[in-house]
DNA sequence: GCCAACGTTGGC
DNA sequence: GCCAACGTTGGC
């Protein structure tokens, strides 16, 4: 594991339909490839920014309803997205090549599931996330930092820890 | 299904 | 390079 002070934290997003916490917990060694960012702001993050040993939150988009079901950790760093390459993969992109390839993904292995699963609605209550990303108006973004307090607070609630002493 | 907020495309 | 048209995302 890098030290801590390395670590990075990232918010990436899926439809639960598409692929759940339930598929990463189903395949080999609790261990997949994140496919089909095809987004340059998303794809600079996971081939420049994302590393080993980083932390994610891995969130249910479109979802009913959408929040934050568990964590999971970087196991591979940015490298091509294949199913760009592939015509019958739903993400092929005829602009990316093996010699020039536009997109990327990482590996992610499988964390913790939460006790509580964390309501996007539920997020946007609590005064220490009020800068998330996740929470601003307008963000889309399938790949998004977290910063090291808000992982720490999102991880607490998700646990069933109370955020606020009040 | 609605629609706001983006991102991409392509004519000029 | 501008920008209108169009497509996509994603909450609600």
Known sequence: MPRTADRRYWLLKTEPGCFSYEDLLACPDQTAYWDGVRNYQARNFLRDDVR?????????SNAEPSGVVGTATVVRAGYPDHTALDPAEEHYDPKSTRENPIWYMVDIKAGERFRNFLALGDLRHVPALEKMELLRKGSRLSVMPVTAAEWKTVCAMGAGKRIRPD
């Open 52 to 60: 080993v040993g980083d932390g994610v939150l891995f969130y249910y």
